[in-house]
């Protein structure tokens, strides 16, 4: 994929730059900072080039192994092309 993105924070970013930090960010159930919606924007199948999520073991054919949800597999199988 050749797509590049080229926004930038200020593009973004509606109010004065001090909330573009997760110290400033709303917190979900679990007290996690989550971006503001204004900040988000969301990937399209085929966008991303890279995608780096936690792995703790890997079968022979690279399948992450681990007691999640599959939060990340759903993601990765919808992600890609």
Known sequence: NTSTSTSTSSECNN????????KDWPRNKWGIPEAP???TQL???GELDLIIVPGLGFDRDGGRLGQGK???DRFITKMSV
């Open 15 to 22: 109010n004065s730059g001090s909330d573009i930090f997760h």
């Open 37 to 39: 919606s204004y900040l």
């Open 43 to 45: 990937a399209q199948p």
């Open 70 to 72: 599959g939060y990340y």
